[in-house]
């Protein structure tokens, strides 16, 4: 059974860098089926896509945030990365690392990790 | 803001049927096949129709999917307590290049 696990700092100060960290277990992540992605949810609000990528690297970046977001896969720690720069208080949410298959959408999900903006 | 727009709540009685709607445009719905994810409180959202119609295992047949021309419906066929829940449609956008959720609409058992 697949699993996918985020970890990273729940506290951020404003202007400084979001980095978190999914680690994919009980499956491979270097498969051109996949692709990984990261979804975030502000406290009680929706859902907003951040980024997706594939093993190979290739990335695609939410327009609202391609100037601050960056994507990363590293195949021999089955692990891929967020990086959300410059972050203001308005970043603050629960960030879901999450599989994708084809045009089918986000079929497997982390738990989630919550990550708040504040000095 | 989303593109993709569903209202804001849904509610019924055990066994009723409920409709949520989500409605896209040609860059979206109109081009590409709509998924839909369920969250319960607290939790992470789950894979519930993807394909437009297509249930992932585990998802009971009371739920179903369809779409047509730039909208997408997801129909609940007797309502269940554990059913209440938020559902969120969603999609890519050709024109925005980017996968879009919808609003979310939040389902009540009354």
């Known amino acids: 059974q697949l699993q996918l696990q985020e970890s990273g700092p729940g506290l951020v100060k404003p202007s400084e860098t979001l980095s978190l960290t999914c680690t994919v277990s009980g499956g491979s992540i270097s498969s051109n089926s996949y692709y990984w992605g990261w979804i975030r949810q502000p406290p009680g609000k929706g859902l907003e896509w951040i980024g997706s990528?594939?093993?190979?690297?290739?990335?695609y970046y939410n327009p609202s945030l391609k100037s601050r977001v960056t994507i990363s896969v590293d195949t021999s720690k089955k692990k891929f990365s967020l990086k959300l720069s410059s972050v203001t208080a308005a970043d603050t949410a629960v960030h879901y690392c999450?599989?994708?298959?084809?045009?089918?959408?986000?079929?497997?999900w982390g738990q989630g990790t919550l990550v708040t903006v504040s000095s | 803001q989303s593109v993709l727009t569903q209202p804001p709540s849904a509610s019924g009685t055990p066994g009723q049927r409920v409709t949520i709607s989500c409605s896209g445009s040609?860059?979206?719905?109109?081009?590409?096949?709509v998924n839909w994810y369920q969250q319960l409180p607290g939790t992470a959202p789950k894979f519930f129709i993807y394909s437009n119609d297509q249930r992932p295992s585990g998802v009971p047949d009371r739920f179903s999917g369809s779409k047509s021309g730039t909208s997408a419906s997801l129909a609940i066929s007797g309502l269940q307590s554990e059913d209440e829940a938020d559902y969120y449609c969603?999609?890519?956008?050709?024109?925005?290049?980017?996968?879009?959720f919808g609003t979310g609409t939040k389902v009540t058992v009354l």
């Open positions: 040609n860059s979206n719905i109109g081009s590409n096949t």
């Open positions: 990528t594939y093993y190979s690297g290739s990335t």
């Open positions: 969603a999609a890519w956008d050709n024109s925005l290049n980017a996968y879009v």
């Open positions: 999450a599989r994708g298959t084809g045009g089918s959408g986000f079929d497997y």
